[in-house]
């Protein structure tokens, strides 16, 4: 490999047209590399020969398989600290973030590993007579894989590992403002028993090389993440092709505290929930929806808790928020804060760019009071360390409050009392339902996925993942003798 961070095309690492530069959001004076950008001919060239590896990959043996995502998810776990550092570099979530992410993504190929195992088929007696049923699952085929920057290994892992589980080929989009974790995650995959042209990765920017992806007739099925304009375009490319298509959203979620819950409990639910990844979660908690009752009381221990978060460098000791992703994130939420400021709201911390040691795009995690749930700050995703309280008053103003948005990932509620938790856990309509927990943080053994605006297609992980990456087939035996 040369000074230029490679594409891995077919097999082998190859450099593009050209390249764009990587930098440090927690210290934009640190340049992290070079990263190819893919040519349409590179592009061209790895689905050619990701199609006819997929056949070949599709008759390992299950054991074989099961070995190579061991060995990925293996090795990502063993080197966390380093991965995580490195992404944490590039993306500016915490180190602990950071490193948490990468062993996740280990996670969930070693899960996938042992599914490898674990795909038994259905079978039936036929309606006639001396006929057998066999239902089972094959690969889809060639897969493309478009991964936003917010979770640049774990988002990746959880479709490529089961992409792969299934028997596909892989073309990986990432998102060109995280290529670093992208090629460190493929210099894994390079090196495992797979053919040539498995597993390509192919860098550049969504608009154009993204596209050409997404429109592309060799590609079977299409798994995406990121925002709701493009994931509405990418389904509007895969239907004249009609490819399958996956995608996770935006989300606008809700964190119910209600007047019976613990409040200390509810402050560092709604914290962690609303300024983990620097708010930069599809999880986010941004909507704080609270009972009257505790309303003062809950607002002054959270702002204090706000006031009290460490704001710094990535990877100094004792951050415990990081930069925004890019000057242009950076710019956005800013916009969102006169925006909130503007329709009403009042800003009772935070929510102001901050000039630290080193030349980021840091910004001081915010809180907005006196909001209501129609303005435009408690309706579109912001992305950012930006959370509104909504007061309420009570647990059916709540409810509706929570599900009044055209999004539907995930929602919470902290209270004592079992039987509005369950009808919460019943009646919120999201796609994951958390009750004393943040919004964000889920695992890797169970379907992932939300409603609305927030998902389209089937849901991801856990065994759910099935449905995505593969396609029925049903068998009609008969034995041969006269019928
Ligand atoms: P995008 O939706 O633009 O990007 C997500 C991925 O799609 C990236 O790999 C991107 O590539 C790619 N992409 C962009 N345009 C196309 C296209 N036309 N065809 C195919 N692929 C494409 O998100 P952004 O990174 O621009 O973030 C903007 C906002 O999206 C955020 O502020 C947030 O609200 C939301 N978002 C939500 C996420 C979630 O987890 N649900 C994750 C990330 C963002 P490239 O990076 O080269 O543009």
């Not at 951050?319 to 710019?331: K, N, Y």
């Not at 840091?362 to 309706?379: A, C």
């Not at 950012?384 to 309280?389: N, Y």
Request: with cysteine; charged share 20%; proline share 4%.
């Amino acid at each position: 490999m040369s000074d230029i961070n490679c594409n891995f095309i077919a097999g082998e690492w190859v450099t593009g047209d050209q390249e764009i530069e990587n930098r440090n959001p927690s210290d934009t004076s640190d340049l992290i590399g070079l990263y190819a950008q893919a040519s349409r001919g590179q592009l061209d060239a790895a689905l050619d020969k990701a199609q006819r590896a997929q056949v070949a990959w599709a008759s390992y043996g299950m054991e074989r398989k099961q070995a190579v995502l061991n060995s990925i998810g293996t090795e990502l776990m063993a080197r966390a600290e380093e991965l995580g550092r490195l992404l944490s570099r590039e993306e500016g979530k915490p180190l602990a973030e950071g490193r948490g992410e990468v062993f996740r993504a280990g996670q969930f190929f070693t899960y996938y590993a042992a599914e490898c195992l674990r795909q038994l088929g259905e079978n039936a007696d036929s309606v006639r007579a001396g006929v057998e049923i066999d239902v089972r699952r094959e690969p889809v085929g060639v897969v493309a894989i478009v991964s936003p920057w917010n979770f640049p290994t774990a988002t990746a892992s959880w479709k490529i590992a089961p992409a792969l589980c299934y028997g596909n080929a892989v073309i990986w989009k990432p998102a060109n403002i995280t290529p670093a974790s992208a090629v460190a995650l493929t210099e894994i995959i390079s090196r495992q028993d797979i053919p040539d042209g498995l597993f390509s990765l192919v860098m550049g920017a969504g608009g154009t090389l993204g596209q050409q992806l997404v429109e592309h007739p060799s590609v079977n099925a299409i798994s995406f993440t990121g925002s709701v304009p493009v994931g509405k375009g990418i389904a509007t490319a895969a239907i004249q092709n009609l490819t399958k298509v996956q995608m996770e959203m935006g989300s606008k979620n809700a964190l119910v505290v209600l007047d019976d819950g613990d409040l200390d409990l509810a402050v560092s639910v709604a914290l962690g929930g609303a300024f983990g990844g620097t708010g930069q979660k599809c999880t986010a908690s941004s909507r704080l929806i609270v009972h009257g009752a505790v309303h003062d009381a809950f607002v002054e221990k959270l702002v204090a808790g706000v006031q009290a978060m460490k704001v710094g460098h990535a990877l100094h000791d004792g951050t415990q928020m990081g930069p925004v992703v890019s000057a242009q994130q950076l710019q956005e939420n800013l916009d969102y804060v006169a925006l909130g400021q503007s329709e009403g709201a009042e800003l009772a911390c935070g929510g102001a760019r901050l000039d630290l040691e080193h030349d980021g795009f840091y910004m001081s995690p915010g809180v907005f009071l006196n909001t209501t749930n129609d303005m435009r700050i408690n309706r579109e995703e912001m992305f950012a360390p930006l959370a509104a309280v909504i007061k309420v008053d009570g647990y059916d103003h709540a409810l509706a409050t929570v599900n009044d948005t055209n999004f539907g990932l995930t929602s919470g509620i902290v209270t004592r009392d079992l039987a509005r938790a369950t009808h919460f856990r019943r009646n919120a309509r999201t796609g994951v339902v958390t009750v004393n927990l943040p919004t964000a943080g889920t695992d890797y053994h169970v379907p992932f996925g939300g409603r609305g605006d927030s998902s389209y297609g089937s849901r991801e992980q856990g065994k759910a993942a099935a449905e995505f990456y593969t396609t029925v087939k049903t068998a009609y035996i008969h034995a041969g003798e006269p019928l």
